[in-house]
C-alpha cells in the first residue's frame, strides 16, 4: 500500500470515528452501535500505519533513566549522553563529522555573580536605591569578575525596538552611549492587539528581552532594563528575579566585550517611582511609546551598581551524524533536539536526578527513531543531517555555537525541523504549528497533516513568543527556515479538554521538575504520527529543488533573502 492510500484510510477512519463520537443520542440497538466499535477500532489499527519506530521508547526511557543524572552538561551524565548517542548514530549507519566522532565541542563558561550590589539611583525625587531581587534584578553577561556602572544617566526608549520592516526606531536620534536604557517587555503588537501593527498578539522577536538586550548593547547603552509586566512577559517576577541567578553562556575572543554591562527587569513599581521623578506615569508612558513621533525620555535619574561573578570554563558537545545526499550532498535538511537537561538535586533526600523524559529525552529519542527510519528508506538526493544539541537549558546555547559555528552552511540548509517535548498522550487530532504563518515550509506540514486526517493550528499563546524559545530560534536569526510543530490536546477518543488536562498536569507536576519521568504507560503512537509527518516533510524536500522562505513581512525574510545567490 502505498503511503497517500495508507493516510487516506486513516484520514476517513478518524474522520468516520469523529463522526460517531459526535452524535448527540446514544445509539440503543446492538446493530447500530457495533459499526462505531469497529470504526473505533480501524482507526486505532490504521495508526499503527504511522509507526516510524518500535524502539522510541527503549530510547527515551533509557535517556531520562537514573543511570544518565539528569543529562547536565560537563558533568558524567553527559559522557553517558553522548556515548549512547554516538554508539546509536554509528549503529544505524550515520556519517560521521570528524573522522570516527559525532562531536561539535562547544565551549561555554558558568558566570556565578556571587555579589549584585543594590542599584544606587540619584535624582531629585527618586528613593536613594533599587532593592535586589525585589525591586530590580541584575546580572552581567560580560566574562569577568566584576563589572560596574556609576552614574549613569537614565531614558526610557520605549520598546527599545529598531525594526526597518515595520518603520520603527525607538532609538532614532538618539546617543545612549554609557547610558541606561529603559524599555517595556514584548512589542507594539501586543500592547494593542492590532493585527496590523507587528503581529498582533503574537509576539515578534522584537518583543523578546534577549532582542532588547542585544539591540541595547549594538546601540552603546552601559546598562538595559527591562520594566517587567506579568501579561506581557507571560510570566511573574518571580521568574526573572528569584530563579538562579546562574548564567551559562559561550565563550568568544572578546568576552562578551561588545555586550552592555548590565542587563536587568526592574518592577513595575519601581518604573513607576522613575516616571515620577519627571512628571507622569505607567500609563502615560505607555501610550507615549505608540505614537509615530515617540521620542526617548530622560528620566533624570542617574544610576550605579556593581556586580562580581565567579567563572567557570566547561567543555560540552553537540552531536552531529547525516546522510549524505545523492545527488546534492551539498544541500542539507536539518533535524534537530537539545539532548541536555537540568542534571541532579543533590539536596533533594528522595529523588535526586531532573530526569527530563519529556523534557527533553522525548525529543532526543524522537531524533533517533527518526534518523534510524531514515537510514532504511532509498537514499535522499539532498544530505539530512541530525543534531542533538547541548545546553538548551542553559540558554539554547548548543544550538547558538552550531549557527555562529555551523557544521554545514547554513545558507545551503533548506530546512530545519525541531523537537522539543514530544507528545505522550496518545494520538490527536491537532498538529500544533509554534509560530504558524511565518513561512512556506508550513504548508508542506500542513498538507501531511490533512492526510493523517488530523488539522494544523497554532500555539494557544502565540503572545508569550514561544517561537523565540526554543532551538530553532538560532537558526531563524540566520534565515534558515524552521519547522517546531508537535501534536496538541484534541485526543481523538477522549477529546482537548482531557489532552488540556494532561498537560496542564504535567506543567503542574513535573516540567522542570524531578517527576518529569518516563511512564511505561504512556502512548506514543501520537509521538509516531508526528514523527511520520517529520519524515515526509523532510523526504520530499531532500528529494527536491524546493527552498522554503519566511513569508513576506517576517523579520527573517531579508537574511534568507540576503543569501539567495549562495543557493543558485
Known amino acids: 500500500m502505498t503511503t497517500l492510500s495508507r493516510f487516506t484510510n486513516l484520514a476517513a477512519a478518524l474522520a468516520a470515528a469523529s463522526l460517531l463520537a459526535a452524535c448527540s443520542e446514544p445509539a440503543t440497538d446492538v446493530n447500530t452501535a457495533e459499526p462505531a466499535k469497529t470504526q473505533t477500532e480501524e482507526a486505532q489499527q490504521t495508526l499503527k500505519l504511522t509507526e516510524v519506530n518500535p524502539r522510541l521508547g527503549e530510547y527515551i526511557k533509557t535517556l531520562s533513566s537514573d543511570e544518565f543524572q539528569g543529562r547536565a552538561p560537563a558533568t558524567k551524565g553527559e559522557e553517558l549522553t553522548v556515548a549512547y548517542l554516538e554508539d546509536n548514530f554509528r549503529r544505524i549507519g550515520l556519517k560521521a563529522i570528524d573522522g570516527d566522532s559525532y562531536k561539535q565541542p562547544v565551549s561555554l563558561v558558568q558566570i556565578d555573580p556571587k555579589e549584585v550590589s543594590a542599584m544606587a539611583l540619584s535624582g531629585d525625587n527618586v528613593p536613594a536605591q533599587f532593592a535586589y531581587r525585589d525591586e530590580m534584578t541584575a546580572w552581567t553577561k560580560q566574562v569577568t569578575e566584576q563589572v560596574e556602572v556609576k552614574d549613569s544617566d537614565m531614558v526610557f526608549v520605549g520598546y527599545g525596538i529598531v525594526a526597518p520592516e515595520y518603520g520603527w526606531n525607538d532609538y532614532e536620534g538618539l546617543?545612549?552611549?554609557?547610558?541606561?536604557?529603559?524599555?517595556?517587555?514584548?512589542?507594539?503588537?501586543?500592547?494593542?492587539?492590532?493585527?496590523?501593527?507587528?503581529?498582533?498578539?503574537?509576539?515578534?522577536?522584537?518583543?523578546?528581552?534577549?532582542?532588547?538586550?542585544?539591540?541595547?548593547?549594538?546601540?552603546?547603552?552601559?546598562?538595559?532594563?527591562?520594566?517587567?509586566?506579568?501579561?506581557a512577559a507571560s510570566y511573574g517576577w518571580g521568574v526573572v528575579a528569584h530563579g538562579s541567578p546562574i548564567k551559562f553562556d559561550l565563550i568568544n575572543e572578546n568576552k562578551n566585550a561588545d555586550l552592555a554591562k548590565v542587563e536587568g527587569w526592574i518592577t513595575t513599581e519601581s518604573a513607576e517611582k522613575l516616571f515620577a521623578n519627571v512628571g507622569t506615569d505607567l500609563a502615560t508612558m505607555h501610550k507615549k511609546a505608540l505614537e509615530k513621533d515617540f521620542a526617548p525620555v530622560p528620566l533624570n535619574t542617574k544610576a550605579s551598581i556593581t556586580v562580581k561573578n565567579n567563572l567557570r570554563e566547561l567543555t560540552s558537545s553537540n552531536v552531529v551524524g547525516y546522510i549524505e545526499g545523492s545527488k546534492y550532498p551539498d544541500e542539507y535538511v536539518l533535524y534537530m533536539a537539545h539532548w541536555d537537561h537540568l542534571g541532579m538535586d543533590f539536596s533533594n533526600p528522595t529523588n535526586k536526578v531532573f530526569n527530563g523524559a519529556q523534557d527533553n529525552a522525548s525529543g532526543t529519542g524522537g531524533l533517533l527513531a527518526l534518523a534510524e527510519y531514515f537510514t532504511q528508506q532509498p537514499q535522499p538526493e539532498r544530505s539530512v543531517v541530525f543534531v542533538a544539541v547541548t545546553a538548551e537549558e542553559r540558554g539554547l546555547l548548543g544550538s547558538a555555537w552550531y549557527a555562529a559555528n555551523p557544521v554545514f552552511p547554513l545558507e545551503k540548509t533548506v530546512v530545519g525541523i525541531n523537537m522539543d517535548v514530544m507528545n505522550v498522550y496518545g494520538p490527536m487530532k491537532d498538529m500544533v504549528i509554534v509560530g504558524l504563518g511565518n513561512n512556506n515550509a508550513e504548508d508542506i506540514l500542513i498538507k501531511y497533516t490533512k492526510q493523517q486526517g488530523r488539522y494544523a493550528v497554532r500555539e494557544h499563546n502565540p503572545e508569550a513568543g514561544i517561537a523565540y524559545r526554543s532551538d530553532h530560534f538560532?537558526?531563524?536569526?540566520?534565515?534558515v527556515p524552521i519547522l517546531y510543530a508537535k501534536g496538541g490536546n484534541d485526543h481523538f477518543e477522549k477529546g482537548a479538554d482531557w489532552g488540556k488536562a494532561q498537560r496542564a498536569e504535567f506543567n503542574k507536576c513535573c516540567y522542570h521538575k524531578v517527576n518529569d519521568e518516563y511512564d511505561d504507560n504512556w502512548?506514543?503512537?501520537?509521538?509516531?504520527?508526528?514523527?511520520?509527518?517529520?519524515?515526509?516533510?523532510?523526504?520530499?524536500?531532500?528529494?527536491?529543488?524546493?527552498?522554503?522562505?519566511?513569508?513576506?513581512?517576517?523579520?527573517?525574510?531579508?537574511?534568507?533573502?540576503?543569501?539567495?545567490?549562495?543557493?543558485?
Request: aromatic share 12%; no cysteine.
Open 175 to 231: 546617543d545612549v552611549k554609557g547610558k541606561t536604557v529603559v524599555m517595556f517587555v514584548n512589542d507594539p503588537g501586543f500592547a494593542t492587539q492590532d493585527p496590523k501593527l507587528f503581529n498582533g498578539n503574537a509576539m515578534t522577536y522584537y518583543g523578546r528581552w534577549t532582542y532588547k538586550y542585544e539591540e541595547a548593547a549594538r546601540q552603546g547603552a552601559a546598562m538595559a532594563l527591562i520594566i517587567h509586566e506579568t501579561d
Open 474 to 479: 538560532n537558526l531563524s536569526k540566520k534565515g
Open 523 to 568: 502512548d506514543l503512537r501520537g509521538a509516531q504520527q508526528d514523527l511520520f509527518l517529520f519524515y515526509q516533510v523532510g523526504n520530499e524536500l531532500a528529494n527536491s529543488r524546493s527552498w522554503p522562505n519566511w513569508n513576506e513581512g517576517n523579520e527573517f525574510r531579508a537574511l534568507r533573502d540576503a543569501s539567495e545567490a549562495q543557493r543558485n
